[in-house]
């Protein structure tokens, strides 16, 4: 059925096809499955059906005609709900904008409320603590932090005149005296504690400063009761620093020593026989003891100045006495002084820590507590200073405070620099003086009335070449041009006070032997302290050198000085070309070439003997035996040398002239080993 169904529909396609090709006439007869029908009958069937699918196609238009009417309905309803929902949209998007701003207001108003809220309520655990607690505890620091804050804020309430401040005034009030009265009881407590004997005050210094806040509240909060403690500290302070200086200076006194110079202990005063005999270190018009001061001899005193001695452990004097101790007065001056350097130090820091000052209101708080002292330091300094003639002890005490004053500048402590130049203002003028005084008394000194003549070292050169290098290795470090030009004018005077004595002596060779032997001395004791390159080392140098030339010659003399003369006279006539002049000369070069070969080993043992006899000191000595053997072969090479020429070659004696190299050979053996 379903096969012939399909013929039947495909046919009638078919025949629907070629009728549309062609006029009905024209085709008869159509195949219609097994027979053949009329073309009339096909075309009626034709008709029918497609009025069928024209009414069946009319109905499936106008149901999809509903249909899009209906779906027209249905975007037109969604359009405009599209276009409420968009309205909808941007009143919800107001609002949000309206909310989040009276939300960041409201936030705002709690944050403010809050803060004034908790400023504004006083809890019962800082209530209790200000009443009860003990102030060194850290709960009542803490709270005492905030009741500060608390009053701090309702002065800034009062201002503004807000009315809920009234309601926690009278209570923070009440707190704040009370914290008031316990903290001022504790600070005063504190610094009457330093009254008591023998109490180590740093220690309830660094107590206070471990609660420094309590007089920041005080400053803050009640100022009668923070100048009152302030003033207190301040008198206390002042008189214990007072009191312990004044002891401990007048205690340092005590093992100082016995013997100190005086007015005629000056570089230029002859030796009596009060007064040590030559060669001791000491020149006090009485015996000295075991480890005496000197004046002149720094020795072991200019330790004072290094490191270790310089910031060591102050003197106890009582211990010092019960060991029989005694010290030099700048070892004194170092102990008093380095003590005031560090309670000063320490106690400025404290006032800028603990006070809260800086600058000159630190300054002045400082002088208004060390002030007294200070002032007492000056006064006994001035004492001590009006009659004081060890020189070095001056100028040592003025190398301490120039340390010192670094050392404080190092630490970046101003308090105490007037101060040392207030004691440099007092020790400068002593120095020069006293040095001045020592320039005239060598250039007063009369030879004649220094006693027996001597070639040995001076006592005055002594004196001065001990005090000269004294100071020039302690002015290295410091240099100060006022001194170089004293210690200038002071060498000038000792090289006309050596000269001097030299004149007494009756013949030159004494003259030069003690010029070589003062001038040898000096040059010694200068370079073991003194730069090499110093001007007084350079001066005394030159000087020995000249005097040892000279006094070569002198010795060379005696046993040789027919041949020295002969041989300058014809090197002076072989430079003008006139050798000739002395070729009559033969009897006395003779003599010459004879003696010299016969003498000359005992000459030369004597020379060397009594030039060791002649000097203090055995490596100058044998430095000039030297010196005087290398001329002697220079000249004797000279004579070789002239009696080679033409005009003496034909004499026989050249025959007698002793080999150079024998003779440096020879004299070899003479040379003094030391």
Not at 41 to 68: G, M, P, Y
Not at 331 to 341: D, E
Request: glycine content about 4%; proline content about 3%; overall charge positive.
């Amino acid at each position: 059925m379903k096969a012939s169904a399909q013929r039947k529909y495909k046919f009638k396609l078919r025949t629907l096809l070629v009728l549309s090709q062609g006029s009905p006439r024209q085709h008869c007869w159509v195949f219609n499955g097994s027979s053949l029908s009329p073309a009339v009958h096909i075309q009626a069937n034709l008709e029918d059906d497609l009025v069928k699918e024209a009414l069946k196609t009319v109905r499936i238009s106008r149901r999809c005609s509903l249909s899009w009417r209906r779906m027209e309905g249905m975007l037109s309803g969604f359009q405009s709900d599209l276009s409420s929902i968009s309205s909808e949209i941007q009143t919800l998007q107001q609002q949000s904008v309206s909310m989040n701003v009276r939300l960041k207001n409201r936030q705002a108003v709690r944050s403010h409320l809050s803060q004034l809220v908790d400023e504004l309520v006083v809890p019962g655990a800082m209530i209790s603590t200000i009443l009860d607690s003990p102030v060194t505890e850290q709960e009542f620091l803490e709270q005492l932090h905030e009741l500060n804050n608390k009053i701090n804020f309702a002065k800034e309430l009062s201002f503004r005149e807000t009315l809920a401040c009234s309601d926690i005034q009278d209570i923070v009030d009440r707190l704040k005296l009370k914290a008031v009265s316990k903290i001022r009881e504790f600070i005063l407590q504190k610094i009457y504690s330093f009254r008591k004997p023998m109490t180590n005050y740093q220690i309830p210094q660094n107590t206070l400063l471990k609660y420094r806040f309590f007089y920041q509240f005080l400053l803050a909060n009640e100022r009668t009761v923070a100048k009152e403690i302030r003033d207190e500290y301040v008198d206390t302070m002042s008189k214990i620093y007072y009191s312990y200086f004044k002891s401990y200076s007048g205690r340092l006194l005590k093992v100082q020593y016995e013997e100190v110079a005086d007015k005629d202990d000056l570089m230029g005063v002859e030796d009596t026989a009060k007064k040590d005999i030559l060669y001791t270190v000491c020149f006090f018009s009485k015996p000295s003891l075991k480890s005496r001061n000197t004046i002149f001899t720094l020795g072991q005193r200019g330790a004072i100045l290094s490191p270790a001695e310089l910031e060591g452990p102050i003197l106890v004097p009582h211990t010092a006495q019960r060991g029989d101790s005694r010290y030099p007065y700048e070892t004194l001056f170092r102990s008093q002084h380095y003590a005031l350097l560090d309670n000063g130090c320490r106690e400025y820091l404290f006032l800028s820590d603990f006070f809260m000052v800086a600058g000159n209101s630190a300054l002045d708080l400082f002088n208004s507590i060390m002030g007294k002292t200070l002032s007492m330091f000056l006064k006994s300094m001035s004492t001590y200073v009006s009659d004081c003639y060890d020189s070095i002890a001056v100028f040592l005490c003025i190398h301490i405070i120039l340390r010192f004053r670094a050392i404080t500048a190092k630490r970046t402590i101003p308090a105490l620099d007037k101060y040392w130049e207030a004691v440099l203002e007092l020790l400068w003028p002593r120095f020069e003086m006293i040095l001045e005084m020592n320039i005239h008394s060598i250039r007063n000194t009369d030879p004649q009335k220094l006693g027996v003549l001597d070639t040995r070292p001076h006592y005055i050169t002594r004196r001065y070449a001990e005090f000269s290098s004294a100071i020039v290795s302690i002015n290295q470090t410091f240099p100060n041009e006022r001194t170089h030009t004293l210690l200038g004018q002071l060498q000038v005077e000792v090289e006309n006070f050596v000269l001097k004595m030299a004149a007494e002596f009756p013949s030159r060779r004494d003259q030069l032997i003690f010029l070589i032997n003062n001038y040898d001395m000096m040059l010694s004791v200068l370079m073991e302290r003194a730069a090499d390159d110093s001007k007084e080392v350079e001066g005394f140098q030159q000087l020995l050198l000249a005097r040892t030339q000279e006094f070569i010659e002198e010795i060379l003399s005696p046993p040789f000085g027919g041949m020295i003369a002969f041989v300058k006279e014809a090197e002076a006539l072989m430079e003008k070309g006139q050798l000739d002049r002395l070729k009559n000369e033969e009897v006395r070069i003779t003599q010459l070439v004879r003696g010299f070969s016969s003498t000359w080993k005992q000459s030369v043992e004597s020379m060397s003997q009594d030039v060791m006899r002649s000097f203090t000191n055995f490596k100058n000595g044998t430095s000039i035996i030297q010196g005087a053997l290398t001329q002697l072969i220079q000249y004797y090479h000279g004579f070789h040398k002239i009696l080679n020429q033409p005009t003496f070659r034909s004499l026989a004696v050249r025959s007698e002239l002793i080999n150079l190299h024998h003779l440096m050979v020879e004299v070899k053996k003479h040379k003094p080993n030391f």
